[in-house]
């Protein structure tokens, strides 16, 4: 059983690339955010950085993207003719556009966004995402005191990111970190986090033959899956990122084995 399928190539572009945020957000001014976490709309799954004003420095958001295809070129200097146009097609419009979407997932404006100008698809989600989430891991700083639960099937009460990643950690309590804005929040340990199932004869665990710290949650109700690692075995805990990002392994085994990390509650 191979444990990590991600290249040690590709995991250090990954950790270049979340130095450069957590650089980028260390420049943000903390009053940029003014959160207005309506009670009632915060119970309703509404995720907080919706409910919040931002007021961006656009000039650092282009400024970012620009480091950002950098960073992508000096790492594979092929993908220099791909990325080279990007800062000249980028605008203020277009960026608090691309900013709007990224925060979405608008998955289809991108891909016609990069038709338009002939990009590889991947590229300006990419680009969006990455230069978006030192925003929303301010929002996520800000706020995490008051995030104590989520709303099952409303994903991230931060950001709405699907949920995919718990870990088990010291007093074996189950927390949910999200690997978009890095907040976290406790849930109980045998329960959905899509669908808020608790019937253990529904519930099952995946364990990965080879991996002991690791399994997978999943849920006959919603069809749903969560990564469970067990956090204890780490010395010096890794970023979040890197956790989501070492077990990729785990959400290829649940997607192939039916599982999504956005539950659909049966309707029959
Ligand atoms: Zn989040
Ligand atoms: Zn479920």
Redesign the pocket.
Known sequence: MIKSVVSNEYQELQKKIAELQEQWKLKLDPEIIRQNLDKAAVEAGV?AAALTAIDFEISLFLQWIDELVALLVKNNPELESKLSGISTLLNEETAILWIEEAFAFNQIYFAAYAAEHGMEEWIPQFLAETALRPY?RLI?EKVQHEINHAVHGA???????PVRLAAIVEDGKKVIH?P????NWPARRLECAHCGNENHETIYFLEIEGDVTSKIQVCEECNGYIKIIDSRQYITKPPVAFLDLNSIHLDIVAQENGYSSIGKKKTN
């Open positions: 995720p929303l996520a994903g991230c009460p931060v950001c709405g990111e999200c978009r804005c890095f907040a």
